[in-house]
């Protein structure tokens, strides 16, 4: 136990020290000048996010140079976060770190537990291996429901921003004028979209090829409806056919799709009550309607047993 306690000390105390020195420590002169030239725009909220993203980072770097990843999963990590909406170069790295940590540190606290506990450090170790599992599985699982969500938005959103496109192209505008407008005018109602619209909208403005532009789009979201949206769009320009018709003639079909993935849902959700139902409802309803009968069968066998005893 002495020992246990002392190397527990040694753990915390470094731990603590590394932290204040992650916090603290003096950064480069150029990182500085940057941050007084960002300070006046941004105030104190845009101060404390770059506090926590410069820690989040400087711990990620260690980590990621330790364990560097395969170019494979690399890429599919990067392309994850963007679709999840974290398009950062640190992204990637601060994933990795939190994986890391929280891979050694829900194994320490389960440790910890056990010896607060009074119990033998030998029972913690199929909890440490489990808590260990779940520190590898948790970050992936919370990205990944992230991705789902954020992809769940956009298909949702993507129905109003052709009605807008078409709208705003039959009016005179071209496309890019008219990503613009629907930039502007859902950025309260769907941000994610009027977001992914803006960076296909400054890919173009920048010199990148509308064709390149329009495919990052697709990548960045990795929504099918948006996917084939684009490529639409590639074949009208390429083809010289009029955008504004093709945009109505997909939203119309958007829509269709839409009513038709609604009424999937609407018949999915009878199917998923049975589980509830019968978990829940139909031990109730036995218990009602047997209990009576199986009290009324107890009392008389009760009392068949106690008048046998009687006459014996």
Partial sequence: MLLISISTFICIAFGVMAVYWLMFRPASATAARLRELEEPRGGLASIEHDTVANIAERIADPISRLLPPSA????????????????????????????????????????????????????????????????????????NRLVASRQLKITWGLADALDLMVITMEAGLGLNAAMLKVCEELKEVHPDISKEFELANLEIRVGRERSEALRNLADRSGVDDLNSLVGMLIQADRFGTSIARAVRVYSDSLRTKRRQRAEQAA????????????????????????GPALLNISDMLGGGISNSINLR
């Fill in 267 to 290: 018949q999915k959700a009878a199917f998923k009550l049975l589980l509830p139902l019968g978990a829940l409802l139909f031990p109730t309803m036995m218990i009602v309607i047997l």
């Fill in 72 to 143: 494979a999963n690399a890429k599919k990590l990067q392309k994850q976060l963007m679709q999840a909406g974290f398009r950062s170069h640190s992204a990637p790295a601060i994933y990795r770190a939190s994986q890391f940590l929280l891979m050694l540190a829900l194994p320490a606290g389960i440790v910890l537990l056990w010896i607060a506990m009074g119990r033998p450090i030998n029972g913690a170790l199929i909890p440490g291996l489990f808590a260990f599992g779940a520190g590898f599985i948790l970050p992936r699982f919370i990205l």
